[in-house]
């Protein structure tokens, strides 16, 4: 049985001071809240270590924003999957849309991420995607089925710990939004796309989140939509009421 999940992905924002208050809130909100999802916070690598020592993490998933591709060594700025996972956190997004367009991540290196991040044991959110371009001049199937296809290496089993999220790249920050049939029309692409390789035991129970402008006006009708298993949730998981007026989304 798939996972529904809610997924604050903070990106390049709040101090670690900001951070630890804003997860605090978070952590107290979900305690007092009757929820009926997994909760993650993906946070910046500066505030891992102190988002982890105010949350549980059994309540509240604890993730990073990225991971390199590489175990260790001379490669300056970079965090391993074995150092996330050594502050605590149990999750990493990968493949995020603006990994792909400013550092120019591609499927190889994102394939090479995704196998070290579970081999310390995190459980990765594997972002996919087409741009405004790709939307409308129609080779957006194709495009995501690329994305998704860049991780069909991995054995039935690895595959199976992978959550999938779909962003809209032309509905992020843009002021458009994706319809909730749009969402999932590409949610219902990407299983079958999941099904034809791995069979559908593991594309039925693979958890696909939408990540395109997600807020507490539209959730419930995107969640309501029988592929959309959840949001990866950006501008709207830096205050803790809008965040978990997407969470209650489910209730």
């Not at 500066?46 to 390199?68: P, Q, W, Y």
């Not at 149990?90 to 499927?107: A, D, K, P, W």
């Not at 696909?208 to 009708?221: F, M, Q, R, V």
């Amino acid at each position: 049985m798939r996972k529904n999940i809610v997924a604050g992905n903070w990106k390049m924002n709040t101090t670690v001071g900001e951070g630890v208050e804003l997860a605090n809130e978070v952590a107290e909100a979900l305690n007092n809240t009757p929820h009926n999802c997994e909760v993650v916070i993906c946070v910046p690598f500066t505030h891992l270590v102190a988002v982890k020592a105010v949350v549980d993490t059994d309540t509240l998933g604890l993730g990073a924003e990225n991971c390199s591709e590489h175990d260790k060594g001379a490669y300056t700025g970079e965090v391993s999957a074995e150092m996330v996972k050594s502050t605590g956190a149990t999750h990493v997004i990968l493949g995020h849309s603006e990994r792909r367009l400013y550092f120019g991540e591609n499927n190889e290196q994102l394939l090479t991420k995704t196998r070290k991040a579970l081999a310390n044991g995190l459980t990765p959110i594997f972002c996919v995607g087409e741009v405004l371009e790709e939307r409308e001049n129609g080779t957006y199937n194709d495009v995501v089925k690329g994305q998704v296809e860049a991780l069909f290496e991995l054995s039935p089993e690895d595959f199976s710990k992978i959550v999938v999220a779909y962003e809209p790249v032309w509905a992020i920050g843009t002021g458009k939004t994706a319809t909730a049939d749009q969402a999932q029309e590409m949610h219902a692409h990407i299983r079958n796309v999941i099904a034809e390789k791995y069979g559908k035991e593991i594309a039925d129970n693979t958890s696909i989140l939408y990540g395109g402008s997600c807020k507490p006006t539209n959730a419930k009708e995107l969640f309501a939509k029988p592929d959309v298993d959840g949001g990866l949730i950006g501008g709207a998981a830096l205050k803790a009421d809008s965040f978990m007026g997407i969470v209650e989304a489910f209730n």
